[in-house]
């Protein structure tokens, strides 16, 4: 390093933020690893983008952190999210292992290598001192990015837009479902298939309302007694109604005993 | 506390990711930790060029982020298009190209 350049001393505070968020982030990938939720992993991720954007500010870099905060942690988080709730969500990961062994030799591996590569930045920069960007960030941090961009990497920046571009093209195709003309159902199709022997052709009856329960849950009861099937949603549990709730009010033996018939 | 540090917690997670590309079976969990790999190189980047008292670091994180992104549009796109077609996000259940 030459004499000519300044040393940026690091403050006590840049550290706290360091010692904090560093082992913070290391929890939070471990936690995204194991977890057995993808969402889980998705939030850990999250996490971790956020100490990462924080750690850019802190290096004077505060475009790259905005960035890294509204680009990963607001789009690309999102479009995981996204992906997640439409394609397994709990879709647990299996615990059967394909190749034995492969989870602790991937593991080993794992430790091996940090161990090397640790060791290695660590030797290798332990006195180095930064020289900071405080020269380089003298008219302001987004001017000194636009001006290396715009003239030393233009060119890479042109690619840049011509990437995107091919990857929005290759997305829209590659989601893109071909329906076939003659699989599409038409309306007289549908119609027939409402009229068919087997189908009811009116509207489902909604949820029974009751004195003691109105839940969706609450089968209607038709004019015989009988509970309705399809008047609750099939997802939803069906709520037996009790002895109590089933009897016509004010009739029953269990209410007391008053044997007044209401005038409804 | 050095800027060396940085570099170190960098390569940390980098491995993390590595192994957890090695170790898990969701598509979209691989691509999370290949995700978490990028971000570690761009930590380095930042910080090297922080020391080396350049923007370049933060010019090449830059497009690393862009590349991440083209990047997950697509991967993501194709795992959509597989789990429509195999009704699965299990990177072991995807064993032919086609079908």
């Given amino acids: ?264 | 506390m050095q800027p060396g540090y940085y570099v170190v917690l960098a390569a940390v997670l980098f491995t993390i990711g590595a192994v957890g590309v090695l170790i898990r079976r969701n598509a979209i969990v691989l691509f999370m930790c290949i995700e978490l790999m990028l971000n570690a190189s761009n930590l380095a980047l930042v910080t090297f060029g922080r020391i080396n008292g350049t923007l370049d670091g933060q010019i090449m994180a830059f497009f690393v982020m862009v590349v991440a992104a083209a990047e997950v549009v697509v991967g993501l796109a194709i795992i959509m298009s597989i789990f429509r077609t195999r009704r699965s996000a299990s990177v072991d259940e995807a064993n032919l190209l086609k079908y």
């Fill in chain 1, 1 to 264: 390093m030459t004499a000519t350049l300044a040393v940026e001393a690091i403050s006590t505070g840049e550290a706290w933020f360091f010692w904090i968020l560093g082992p913070l982030a290391v929890l939070a990938a471990i936690g995204m690893v194991v977890a057995r939720n993808a969402v889980h992993s998705a939030l850990f991720l999250v996490l971790i983008m956020l100490c990462l954007g924080v750690f850019y500010v802190i290096q004077s870099g505060p475009f790259i952190g905005l960035a890294q905060i509204i680009v990963y942690t607001g789009a690309i988080m999102m479009l995981f999210l996204f992906v997640l709730m439409l394609v397994g969500r709990d879709a647990q990961d299996s615990l059967i292992e394909v190749l034995r062994g492969q989870r602790v030799a991937a593991i080993l591996l794992g430790i091996g290598f940090a161990g090397l590569i640790a060791t290695a930045f660590f030797r290798a920069l332990r006195n180095v001192s930064a020289t900071g960007l405080a020269a380089a960030n003298s008219q302001g941090n987004v001017q000194g990015l636009a001006a290396i961009i715009f003239t030393r990497y233009i060119f890479a920046f042109e690619v840049t837009s011509a990437l995107l571009i091919t990857a929005a093209t290759g997305a829209m195709i590659l989601a893109h479902i071909e329906r076939r003309k003659e699989q599409k159902t038409t309306q007289p199709d549908r119609m027939r298939a409402r009229f068919l022997p087997g189908n009811y052709p009116g509207p489902k009856a909604g949820p029974g309302v009751y004195a003691l329960s109105d839940s969706v849950a609450t089968p209607a009861r038709l004019p015989d007694g009988r509970q309705s099937e399809r008047s609750v949603p099939p997802i939803l549990p069906k709520r037996e109604l009790t002895e109590i709730e089933a009897a016509p009010k004010g009739t029953a033996s269990s209410f007391g005993g008053h044997g007044s018939t209401e005038g409804r």
